[in-house]
């Protein structure tokens, strides 16, 4: 998407963000520079520079920019769930796209990888919030699950392929048993799900 047209400096942003996204998920963490987003979105180096500051600060907004938009999926995701709209599996899928697919598992890797760990601030946060938000449909009891879900879903999307080909799994592995563990504890938890009516 091109900025060419006047847009406002939120809007601005918003390109320029979504265009860094498109790129991390295309061709890697490497491929988000300041300079390549600046050519995807039609504007020059310091265009952007005026928007970010640095390339660091891209990359926290970025993070900021995709948590926030990832948690609230995944938020939708689990209200859905629990009234039987959307079943365990499918919860469990929509979570390991968010880090394969949609790019999270990247992010996270190539901010930790270079040092810029502050950068998941933003991510750490929207999860946490999100969680505080779900609260009132029984998710406190479920924290823990959360917690190694996110990390069976980070895993996957960085070493999922390459580790199940050497140990001659199918690749859904680890879903399935992500899957078996979110079905175990909610029933060990008490959570019953209200089947969606329609």
């Not at 993070?63 to 599996?89: E, F, K, N, Q, W």
């Not at 270079?114 to 929207?126: H, K, Q, S, V």
């Not at 924290?143 to 392929?161: E, I, K, N, P």
């Not at 048993?177 to 060990?188: G, P």
Request: hydrophobic content about 50%; glycine content about 8%.
């Amino acid at each position: 998407m091109s900025m060419k047209k006047r847009l406002s400096p939120h809007e601005s942003r918003a390109v320029a963000l979504e265009a860094a996204r498109l790129l991390l998920i295309e061709q890697g963490p490497q491929a988000v520079t300041l300079k390549a987003v600046a050519g995807r979105v039609g504007r020059t180096h310091a265009n952007l520079l005026h928007h970010f500051g640095s390339a660091a600060d891209l990359w926290k907004a970025l993070a900021h920019y995709m948590a926030s938009d990832m948690c609230d999926t995944i938020g939708h995701a689990v209200v859905a769930s629990r009234i039987g709209a959307l079943s365990p599996r499918e919860l469990v899928d929509l979570i390991f796209d968010a880090f394969e697919s949609e790019g999270g598992g990247a992010l996270a890797a190539w901010l930790r990888l270079t040092g810029e760990e502050r950068a998941l601030d933003p991510i750490i946060e929207a999860i946490t919030a999100m969680l505080d938000e779900l609260n009132d449909f029984g998710a406190e009891a479920m924290r823990h699950v959360s917690h190694v879900l996110a990390l069976l879903a980070l895993g996957d999307a960085l070493v999922g392929r390459p580790l199940s080909k050497a140990l001659d799994l199918p690749r859904s592995t680890a879903r399935r048993m992500a899957e078996d563990l979110l079905v175990a504890e909610r029933a060990r938890a008490g959570i019953i799900l209200t089947p969606a009516l329609g």
